[in-house]
């Protein structure tokens, strides 16, 4: 069964350092992979998406991700981090035959200090 | 306005009630969802359709209903609602075709008493 583990719970960054997410999968075949982003009291937004080609791929907001086959990961990242990136990231694989059903893992808090 | 709207935003209820959970979507797409959302537990799949005359349980479906009035619309009921129903629910939609994406709503954050 495919699953996502997202080890971090909190990362607590300051305002301009750079940043890592981590996110790990398992799944039998070649994954769809997503980061969706939740602001406090709104629903979530797509970040990026990853099923073929390049496996480094942009995102809105200045993020990107690295897909790695070997490490089974898709770790989010962004040079310089904002005080308006603080919020929850959730990292998720799609399943079926158009990876359009998704297995989200545990979400990471981030905290933006000034 | 919203592409994905979902209503009502809050509601404390108390347990036994029936509450009915509501989520329409002006984004022309066949597939919708309604997952609840725990700390630390991320998004799990209550129930989804592929179209109207589809409807799939999830990994947590137990409790839950559901209603596809028509592609535009997708209801959850929780027939008798129980303390451990209290959660964030979110409906999604995504397109048909690899690798679409799903577009959620802004949540309904339900407590149950």
């Known amino acids: 069964a495919q699953s996502v583990t997202q080890p971090d719970i909190h990362i607590t960054v300051s305002e301009g350092a750079s940043l890592e997410l981590r996110c790990n999968y398992s799944?039998?075949?070649?994954?769809?992979l997503f980061w969706y982003v939740q602001s406090p009291g709104q629903g979530l937004q797509l970040l990026l998406k990853?099923?073929?080609?390049?496996?480094l791929v942009q995102g809105i907001k200045g993020f990107e991700a690295e897909f790695k086959r070997s490490q089974s990961s898709f770790n989010l990242r962004k040079p310089s981090v904002h005080w308006s990136d603080a919020a929850e990231y959730f990292c998720?694989?799609?399943?079926?035959?158009?990876?359009?059903?998704?297995?989200f893992g545990g979400g990471t808090r981030l905290m933006v200090k000034p | 306005d919203a592409d994905v709207t979902q209503t009502p935003r809050n509601r404390i209820t108390k347990t036994g009630k029936r509450i009915m959970l509501e989520c329409s979507q002006t984004?022309?797409?066949?597939?919708m969802y309604w997952y609840r959302q725990d700390p630390g537990l991320g998004l799990r799949l209550i129930y989804y359709?592929?179209?109207?005359?589809?409807?799939n349980k999830g990994e947590i479906s137990d409790g839950y209903s559901v209603s596809r009035q028509a592609q535009a619309k997708f209801s959850l009921s929780l027939e008798s609602a129980i303390p451990n129903q209290t959660a964030l629910y979110f409906c999604?939609?995504?397109?048909?075709?690899?690798?679409?994406?799903?577009?959620f709503g802004d949540g309904t954050r339900l407590s149950i008493l």
């Open positions: 359709s592929f179209d109207v005359k589809d409807i």
């Open positions: 799944y039998g075949a070649t994954p769809y």
């Open positions: 999604a939609t995504s397109g048909q075709g690899a690798g679409k994406p799903q577009h």
């Open positions: 998720a694989v799609g399943r079926g035959n158009a990876g359009n059903m998704l297995t």
């Open positions: 990853y099923f073929s080609g390049d496996t």
């Open positions: 984004k022309g797409h066949d597939r």
